[in-house]
Every structure is written in structure tokens, then in C-alpha cells.
């Protein structure tokens, strides 16, 4: 990756979700960047059905193949003993571990009227707590290295969407709600990791990216497309957001913590969450009579 060489040298990093799409991109830009890389992946298909062993395999046979070091993992990263077993073979592997990217996702679309209560529960379990159990896994590891030796350069990386951060996302968030929900918890978790693991050296951020891959692809937005001019910048490549993900795995992003940011072709955003907009204070407990003309002025100051 043009402008990485390395930015990442020594460094070992686990990618979830590494076999294809934006975690593809992430673990061949932070091997070119000197990373060592586990490369993880379920393998399975858009809904999380089906999982193949060889997905993450492929990856970290191409690193390997192109001189540098990866080793593959097919674990559920949305279980504590999967996500447990991951930062064990980053430590047998390689002997250390600085940083993880969260990015395994799934998606299970649908209006919230149809919604099936195990679709649900599966998007948010990989989504919500794939990322929760490999901050807890890792943290738990890099809290005893710092109760030895202090606080040291290690990261996390986490994957959140436009479509749950923004007023209003390009493509709005209607049949998305399980989706949506999820990945407004993972921004949610992120301010929560951050405040609580910068003491040890820990910075956490996330990315809200935009990228053609198999899960946008699917629905068949046409600002996706590649361009028809032959050279012309792909804005929608997945190549696009793994700079971002390069530098806040180094240790260049000391410091920087508790952010999201966005990322879309050569775009780079900060976004930032809930803020009291309009407020009243009465002095006592509300009453709901009185209300009516307190809520209209709340929201002609929010405007
Ligand atoms: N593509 C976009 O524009 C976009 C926008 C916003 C957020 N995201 C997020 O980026 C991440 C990557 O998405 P993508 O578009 O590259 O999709 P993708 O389907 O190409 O890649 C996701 C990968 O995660 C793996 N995976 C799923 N469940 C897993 C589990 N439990 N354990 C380990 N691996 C698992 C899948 O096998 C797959 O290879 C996701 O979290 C997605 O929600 C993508």
C-alpha cells in the first residue's frame, strides 16, 4: 500500500472478518505496512450461515505467499471462547499482540414488521458482541502485561456504519433496523472501551466506512459502481478505508482516542454523537399538562 511502508513494522494485529471485503483489504495493507497479521474469518455467507474454513485461509496464503507473516483463524469471533482462543494464537504465534480490528459482520435485512427474532439476535450477537468479546479478550491480556510493565501502544479498531451514525445516510436505514441498531451499539461500546482502557495504553476507535463489497453490493446501490472511465479513482474500493485502519493501528495514533471516524473513497470524516441541543429546566419535576408548549419550544430552538 502506497505510503504505509512500515508504518505497522513489528506490530501484530488481529483482522476479524479478514477474508473478504474491507478485512481483506485491511490485512493485506497492514502486512504491506510490516504487521504480522492473524487473519480471521468464519468464512460464511452474507447472513452468517455456512462457514468455510478455507476464506481465511486464502487471505493469509496470499500474505504469506508475498513474503509476509499471517496465520489464519476460522473462529466465531462472537463468542468469548472463540474470540479467547484468537488473542491465544496471536500470543503462540507470534509472541505478542498490539492490536485487534474488529470488522466480522453480517447483515439480515428486512423491514422491522418481518423482522424474525433469530435474525435479530444473530446480527446482533456478531455484530454487538463479536466486537465486546475481543475488547474484553484482549483487554484482559494487555491489563496483566500493564500491571507488570505499564502502559504500552495498543489498539482497537472498531466497525461502525454511516447508516446508524448519520441524520441522514445516503441511502436512509429503512429495512435495516437490526443492522442499524447493532452497529449504533458498536459506536456506543467504542466510547465505553476508550474511557475505560486508555490507562493502560489502549487507544479505541472506530471506523464508519462506505465501500463496495458483497454486503453493499447486494443492495444494488448504483453510486457503488466502478467507474466506467478506464484509470479513473475508485472511490467505492475497499482499498480506500484500509489507510485509516493502518495508522490508527500504529502507534502514530497515540493519543487519539474514543473517536469515529468516517471514511469513503478520499474522504475522511469526524463524526460525533448525542448532544443536548435545546434544553428546559423547571426547577422541580415536570408536569405532563404543561408539556405541550415545552416540548414545542425545545424543538423550535433544536430547529
Ligand atoms: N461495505 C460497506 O460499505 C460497509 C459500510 C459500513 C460498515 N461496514 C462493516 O464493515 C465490516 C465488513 O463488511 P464487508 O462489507 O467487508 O462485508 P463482507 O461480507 O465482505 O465481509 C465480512 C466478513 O466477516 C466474516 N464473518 C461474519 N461473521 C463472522 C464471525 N462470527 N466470526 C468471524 N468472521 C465472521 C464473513 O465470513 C465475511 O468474510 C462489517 O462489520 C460491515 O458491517 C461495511
Not at 458498536?186 to 463496495?212: F, H, K, Q, W
Request: charged letters at 20%.
Amino acid at each position: 500500500m502506497a505510503g504505509a511502508g512500515g508504518l505497522c513494522e513489528g506490530r501484530v494485529v488481529v483482522v476479524t472478518g479478514a477474508g473478504r471485503g474491507l478485512g481483506r483489504s485491511h490485512a493485506l495493507a497492514l502486512s504491506a505496512a510490516g504487521a504480522r497479521l492473524v487473519v480471521n474469518d468464519l468464512g460464511v455467507e452474507p447472513d452468517g450461515t455456512r462457514p468455510d474454513p478455507e476464506i481465511a485461509w486464502r487471505v493469509a496464503e496470499v500474505i504469506r505467499q508475498a513474503g509476509g507473516e499471517a496465520i489464519e483463524s476460522s473462529e466465531d469471533v462472537a463468542c468469548w471462547e472463540g474470540a479467547g482462543q484468537l488473542v491465544e494464537t496471536a500470543l503462540s504465534s507470534f509472541g505478542r499482540l498490539d492490536a485487534i480490528v474488529n470488522n466480522a459482520g453480517v447483515s439480515r435485512g428486512g423491514l422491522l414488521v418481518n423482522l424474525a427474532e433469530a435474525d435479530l439476535d444473530e446480527v446482533v450477537r456478531v455484530h454487538l458482541k463479536g466486537h465486546a468479546a475481543m475488547a474484553a479478550q484482549a483487554a484482559a491480556h494487555w491489563r496483566r502485561l500493564a500491571a507488570d510493565d505499564g502502559p504500552s501502544d495498543w489498539r482497537i479498531v472498531n466497525t461502525t456504519s454511516p447508516m446508524a451514525l448519520l441524520a441522514s445516510p445516503p441511502h436512509g436505514r429503512s429495512g435495516h433496523a437490526a443492522y442499524v441498531a447493532a452497529k449504533a451499539a458498536v459506536a456506543a461500546l467504542t466510547l465505553t472501551e476508550a474511557d475505560e482502557l486508555s490507562r493502560y495504553g489502549v487507544m479505541v476507535n472506530a471506523i464508519a466506512p462506505v465501500a463496495r463489497t458483497r454486503l453493499t453490493e447486494a443492495l444494488g446501490y448504483e453510486d457503488l459502481a466502478q467507474p466506467v472511465t478506464p484509470g479513473a479513482f475508485d472511490a467505492m474500493d475497499p482499498d480506500n478505508v484500509s489507510p485509516l485502519v493502518c495508522w490508527l493501528c500504529s502507534v502514530r495514533s497515540r493519543g487519539v482516542n474514543g473517536r469515529v471516524f468516517e471514511v469513503e473513497g478520499g474522504r475522511l470524516g469526524l463524526l460525533e454523537g448525542w448532544r443536548r441541543v435545546a434544553s428546559h429546566e423547571g426547577g422541580g419535576r415536570l408536569v405532563a399538562g404543561e408539556l405541550d408548549g415545552i416540548v414545542e419550544r425545545l424543538l423550535s430552538e433544536a430547529g
